[in-house]
């Protein structure tokens, strides 16, 4: 019998998070494998320190990167491995990796770097940018999910606004592509596959998260659509991830998550991502 650990964050709480784990939990009880939910808080300590019986294989739920890497140090794989979680979270890192291997993204300029203690005190960088991308265009966060840290600005004034509100955190700014406004597609790949694919819509809203708002339809992807999005997940090396792809006259990542929030996934296409992410990890060992 396999062992494994499914490592999630212990700070966020509530059903949402609940639901995806005994989801996975129990995918691992049908194939026999012994699937132990261990919150990441409850590892504290573990650097450097050997585990005494260290599973043979971690689900990594959690955005914590020192700690994925601790447990890769251990020589435990990890799905996904600590190098894609620190990629997918940090959407300027993303946007690097997407421009190395030429997947197609919209124009996007990463905001210089500031301190914590000094913040965003000369803007001269957003006469740049504005050359660049013209307005509106979307300033996100590099940090940010549920499209609550994405902003979309149509004025100097605005973007200056938002700029000084979230000041220091960093962020990055994008061309908007007007196409997609409200809505996105969806596109869930696990080892090379995408497996179900929804479209995303909120009439309300630029954002078409469905924690924001946004309705799920079942959608089929073209052939190209496809190809972008097994080679965004590629570009990051994701064993599995919900790739968001922007409508625009050609198909665009928006950005690519390596913990996908896949109920919304099941409860509009029917497919549950976890048989596919245990049909995954399984032939790897
Ligand atoms: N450049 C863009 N052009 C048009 N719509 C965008 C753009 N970037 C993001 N959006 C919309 O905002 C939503 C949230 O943005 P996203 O980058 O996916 O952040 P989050 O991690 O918060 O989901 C997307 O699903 C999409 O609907
Ligand atoms: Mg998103």
Redesign the pocket.
């Known amino acids: 019998m396999k062992n494994g650990w499914l490592v999630v964050n212990g700070f966020l709480q509530g059903e949402k998070y609940a639901t995806l784990y005994s989801l996975l939990l129990s995918e691992a009880k049908k194939r026999n494998v012994s699937l132990l939910l261990k919150r990441a808080d409850e590892l504290v300590g573990i650097v450097g320190e050997r585990i005494p019986a260290p599973p043979e294989f971690v689900i990594f739920w959690d955005k914590d990167i020192r700690l994925a890497e601790a447990l890769e140090a251990q020589g435990i794989p990890l799905f996904n491995s600590a190098k894609t979680v620190g990629i997918c979270d940090d959407?300027a890192k993303t946007a690097l990796a997407f421009s190395n291997a030429g997947v197609p993204t919209?124009k996007t300029v990463l905001a210089p770097k500031t301190f914590d203690t000094v913040g965003y005190n000369d803007l001269t960088f957003l006469e740049r940018a504005e050359e660049l991308l013209s307005y509106p265009?979307?300033i996100?966060e590099n940090y940010?999910?549920?499209?609550?840290?994405?902003y979309?600005v149509h004025t100097r004034a605005e973007a200056v606004n938002v700029i000084s509100r979230i000041s220091p955190k960093e962020f990055l700014m994008?061309?908007?592509?007007?196409e997609?406004?409200?809505?996105?597609v969806r596109v869930n790949v696990v080892g090379g596959k995408a497996v179900a694919s929804m479209l995303?819509h909120?009439e309300r809203d630029?954002?078409?998260?469905i924690s924001?708002g946004?309705t799920a339809f079942l959608y089929a992807l073209s052939e190209e659509q496809e190809a972008v999005a097994l080679a965004a997940c590629k570009a990051v090396g994701a064993d599995f991830a919900g790739v968001?792809l922007?409508l625009g006259k050609t198909p665009?990542v928006?950005?690519i998550?390596s913990n996908p929030h896949f109920k919304s996934t099941l409860d509009c296409t029917g497919v549950d991502l976890s048989k596919y992410i245990f049909e995954h990890i399984l032939e790897r060992l």
Request: glycine share 10%.
């Open positions: 959407k919209p265009f979307v996100k940010g999910s549920f499209g609550q840290q994405v979309l994008q061309e908007f592509i007007q997609s406004m409200g809505k996105d995303r909120n630029f954002r078409s998260n924001n946004g968001d922007l665009l928006c950005e998550n």
